[in-house]
């Protein structure tokens, strides 16, 4: 299915190469001030045409359908879309049977009975994060001001030094080639006693719609893995006063599913674009046997650069998932 959450409820739709991409947010508070100015920041983060991301480059203008009235919203389903208006089909006219390698073209063919769309990945592909970066604008707009996001790229290509970061990926893109890389967000100001155990732990909401995100193949919160390699007296946080603030913050910012007031911290793996310009030997259902294949589009060489404004988009989601339950 395409919805998620609860009581900030998302419905999202469109394909890369359709008409048209958008989301249906339900749960948005009346009287919110909102234009297409508010969007402006979080989509140009987003928007490719830069070194390292693919040349594809949109308006992507949020053009706001309903729930919205003389600047604010009414309390009614938000709807928002955006127009295709780039888009080069014919590069994808033989990937009905010469499936790419990494790619949802064979299971989407199989899963819908050769009825998907195909071009630009449809369905499945990053195209339609723009819709998530719009959720989460609105999604902060319903967050106590106080709330502070910090969202920024912590490796590249296996570099962990930023001033290096560049470099690796100009040298994959030179091979025709792609790297992948870790985005971290850092969210302050948050209070104690969002979430809940067990299912509908911050963690597990998180999870959830974060690996939702086209390409995220890795999570974890504080220190995560690395954890597993220590002693308990090594990766307890000792608290210091009454408001929760902790000597450390191994957590992340929760214990036991639910919001301690330190800052939580995720992290998500991005794996390398799977559409690289360098010949592959992959099936080709046509001929029923391994051919060589040459990927034609236009595509990102890291496709975490675009994706650090997705990742901070999906916690405000969550974010204001977790406040409706709580107020």
């Known amino acids: 299915m395409n919805q998620f959450g609860n009581s900030f409820r998302l419905s999202i739709w469109g394909e890369s190469h359709g008409e048209a ?31 390292g991301t693919t040349p594809r480059r949109e308006s992507d203008r949020p053009q706001l359908l309903s729930g919205i009235y003389e600047g604010h919203t009414t309390g009614a389903p938000l709807t928002i879309l955006f127009a295709n208006e780039n888009t080069r089909s014919k590069d994808y006219s033989n990937l009905t049977h010469h499936f790419r390698p990494s790619h949802a073209d064979r299971v989407a063919q199989v899963k819908y009975k050769h009825c998907n769309d195909p071009r630009g990945g449809g369905h499945f592909s990053a195209r339609l994060t723009v819709a998530l970066v719009a ?57 104690t006693g969002w979430g809940e155990p067990l299912f509908d732990s911050v963690e597990s909401l998180a999870s959830h719609l974060l690996f939702s ?6 999570v974890e919160f504080g ?39 330190n800052p939580l911290v995720v992290r998500a793996a ?58």
């Open 213 to 218: 995100i086209p390409a995220v193949k890795g």
């Open 21 to 51: 991409v958008g989301i249906t947010i339900d749960g948005v508070a009346p009287g919110i001030a909102l234009s297409e100015e508010d969007f402006a920041a979080d989509l140009e983060r987003r928007r490719g045409g830069t070194a």
């Open 135 to 191: 959720a989460g604008v609105v999604a902060k707009k319903q967050l106590p001001e106080n709330i502070r996001f910090t969202t920024r790229l912590v490796a590249v290509g296996g570099e962990m030094e930023p001033s290096r970061f560049e470099e690796a990926i100009r040298a994959a893109h030179a091979e025709g080639d792609s790297v992948g890389g870790v985005v971290e967000c850092c969210i302050e100001g948050l209070p």
């Open 270 to 327: 991005f794996k390398p674009t799977p559409s690289i310009s360098r010949e592959q030997l992959t099936y080709d259902a046509a001929t029923e046997q391994i051919e060589p294949l040459t990927i034609q589009g236009r595509h990102d060489a890291c496709v975490a650069l675009r994706g650090a404004v997705v990742v901070e988009a999906a916690m405000a989601i969550i974010l204001a998932e977790l406040a409706l339950r709580a107020s």
């Open 223 to 261: 220190d995560g893995f690395a954890v597993a390699t220590r002693r308990g007296s090594e990766n307890n946080d000792p608290i210091l006063d009454a408001t929760g603030r902790t000597a450390t913050n191994h957590a992340g910012g929760i214990d036991g599913g639910i919001t301690n007031s």
